[in-house]
């Protein structure tokens, strides 16, 4: 538990990335993890895309930019080279 906790302490929000993109096997760990993550008595079917083509990760960012009522040209995403969309199947 001490582990978790000084994780925790430790941990920053990031708003800038490096435009590099991140490993698939990185981004596959993390899907898996998500997939295992526990839901409400585990009833959610939960679908995560990947995003890393970056024609579609920049017009999915423009349009949460409309969505959202931030200034043209602003990155919700931070420059982040990929994203993964995380919803659930009814």
């Known amino acids: 538990m ?3 906790l000084e994780q925790m302490k430790k941990r920053r929000s990031i708003r800038k990335f490096k435009p ?3 490993p698939q096997e990185i981004l596959d760990q993390i899907i898996e993890a998500g997939l295992y ?3 409400g008595k585990g ?3 939960t679908i995560i895309i990947q995003v890393t083509d970056r024609k579609l990760r ?3 960012a423009k349009r949460n930019c409309e969505i959202g009522g931030w200034k043209e040209g602003f990155d919700p995403f931070y420059g ?3 994203m993964l969309i995380i ?3 009814p």
Request: aromatic share 0%.
């Open 2 to 4: 001490s582990q978790v």
């Open 20 to 22: 590099d993109m991140v």
């Open 37 to 39: 993550a526990a839901s």
């Open 43 to 45: 009833q959610q079917n």
């Open 58 to 60: 920049d017009e999915i």
């Open 80 to 82: 982040a080279p990929a």
């Open 87 to 89: 919803g659930n199947i």
